[in-house]
């Protein structure tokens, strides 16, 4: 029996569970609560776009998944490009939902060779998590929606979250592919958001089997985020990274869940965003697509998803 075959199956032991923690959100009287000043993720959305039908129930395994796998997508296509200047293959991109092209990307002309290598590595790891997510769910997986991984375009993905950075001004393009700052600028966007998306998200995943291979990504996220936050310290890019920092804390209508990488008064970094607690912060899925949406409001497309993900987790907080 193939690995997702027995993943599947193992989904599908525990519908009982799944129905009965369903219904506890449901006696609970909302589906986002608070714990120890975390947010644990809140469903809502549909493939129309309307919450309605989703609002009764907390989301299951398979949607969470399929959610994970729209932005992993996301990240894998932009360190492809950026990498090998090509994308993922096109056996990698076929699903439910409708299917997108990818709009720009092309490869960075590295010039320290560690971040090269860094690169390389992330780049291979996302296509992994991509390839992973997508034999999980077998046939339940979502496409790849359209994607702007472009860097030309004043008024593309990049530039938008740029100027809401304040790191261009009106009617100039970001190119996170131009060169080295750029491309760890670029990826400083994504690899925070990934971590906290999947810590909200773990409390509410039933199966103990999908729980440890999103523990696993989760894991492999947090490393990819210390290592762009490192680099990004060390070559001097601390005040551009805390200004995207601030732009995602503004954008996620989720309080001051962001931190950039210098720590108090910018005397020491900041490698490691973590609460007062100790734990890394947490997002549910509206507030991760405020981010990548680029928006403050509640929508169903945007940003780096120019036609919405697939699935039905799709509309921001």
Same mark, same amino acid.
């Given at each position: 029996?193939? #690995?997702?075959?027995? =993943?599947?199956?193992?989904?599908?032991?525990?519908?009982?569970?799944?129905?009965?923690?369903?219904?506890?959100?449901?006696?609970?009287?909302? %589906?986002?609560?608070?714990?120890?000043?975390?947010?644990?993720?809140?469903?809502?959305?549909?493939?129309?776009?309307?919450?309605?039908?989703?609002?009764?129930? /907390?989301? $299951?395994?398979?949607?969470?998944?399929?959610? /994970?796998?729209? %932005?992993?997508?996301?990240?894998?296509?932009?360190?492809?490009?950026?990498?090998?200047?090509?994308?993922?293959?096109?056996?990698? %991109?076929?699903?439910?939902?409708?299917?997108?092209?990818?709009?720009?990307? @092309?490869?960075?002309?590295?010039?320290?060779?560690?971040?090269?290598?860094?690169?390389?590595?992330?780049?291979?790891?996302?296509?992994?998590?991509?390839?992973?997510?997508?034999?999980?769910? *077998?046939?339940? /997986?979502?496409?790849?929606?359209?994607?702007?991984?472009? &860097? @030309? #375009?004043?008024?593309?993905?990049?530039?938008?979250?740029?100027?809401?950075? *304040?790191?261009?001004?009106?009617?100039? /393009?970001?190119?996170?592919?131009?060169?080295?700052?750029?491309?760890?600028?670029?990826?400083? %966007?994504?690899?925070?958001? *990934?971590?906290?998306?999947?810590? &909200?998200?773990?409390?509410?995943? $039933?199966?103990?089997?999908?729980?440890?291979?999103?523990?696993?990504?989760?894991?492999?996220?947090?490393?990819?985020?210390?290592?762009?936050?490192?680099?990004?310290?060390?070559? *001097?890019?601390?005040?551009?990274? #805390?200004?995207?920092?601030?732009?995602?804390?503004?954008?996620?209508?989720?309080?001051?869940?962001?931190?950039?990488?210098?720590?108090?008064?910018?005397?020491?970094?900041?490698?490691?965003?973590?609460?007062?607690?100790?734990?890394?912060?947490?997002?549910?899925?509206?507030?991760?697509?405020?981010?990548?949406?680029?928006?403050?409001?509640?929508?169903?497309?945007?940003?780096?998803?120019?036609?919405?993900?697939?699935?039905? =987790?799709?509309?921001?907080?």
């Amino acid at each position: 029996m193939t #690995d997702s075959k027995l =993943l599947i199956g193992t989904l599908d032991a525990r519908v009982e569970r799944r129905e009965k923690r369903r219904q506890f959100f449901r006696n609970a009287g909302g %589906l986002s609560l608070g714990l120890a000043g975390g947010t644990i993720i809140s469903a809502c959305g549909g493939g129309s776009g309307s919450n309605a039908s989703a609002s009764a129930s /907390a989301p $299951t395994d398979v949607e969470i998944l399929n959610f /994970a796998l729209n %932005l992993e997508y996301l990240e894998a296509q932009f360190y492809q490009h950026a990498v090998f200047g090509t994308g993922l293959a096109a056996n990698m %991109l076929t699903g439910t939902g409708t299917q997108g092209a990818v709009i720009g990307g @092309t490869k960075v002309p590295f010039a320290d060779p560690l971040v090269a290598q860094y690169a390389t590595e992330i780049a291979k790891d996302e296509q992994e998590h991509v390839a992973f997510l997508r034999s999980a769910l *077998g046939t339940a /997986a979502v496409a790849q929606p359209a994607i702007d991984i472009g &860097g @030309t #375009d004043p008024n593309g993905a990049f530039s938008t979250a740029a100027r809401a950075a *304040g790191l261009v001004g009106a009617g100039v /393009a970001f190119n996170p592919y131009a060169s080295d700052a750029n491309f760890l600028l670029g990826a400083f %966007l994504f690899e925070d958001v *990934g971590v906290t998306a999947y810590k &909200g998200a773990a409390p509410l995943i $039933t199966s103990k089997t999908y729980l440890e291979a999103a523990a696993g990504i989760l894991a492999a996220e947090a490393y990819h985020a210390g290592l762009i936050r490192t680099v990004l310290y060390t070559k *001097g890019l601390s005040s551009s990274a #805390d200004a995207i920092s601030a732009a995602r804390d503004s954008l996620d209508n989720n309080g001051a869940d962001d931190q950039g990488i210098s720590g108090a008064n910018s005397t020491i970094s900041n490698i490691v965003p973590l609460d007062a607690n100790g734990l890394a912060y947490s997002r549910n899925y509206g507030n991760v697509l405020n981010i990548v949406y680029l928006t403050k409001t509640a929508v169903t497309q945007g940003g780096f998803f120019p036609a919405g993900v697939n699935g039905t =987790l799709v509309m921001s907080a």
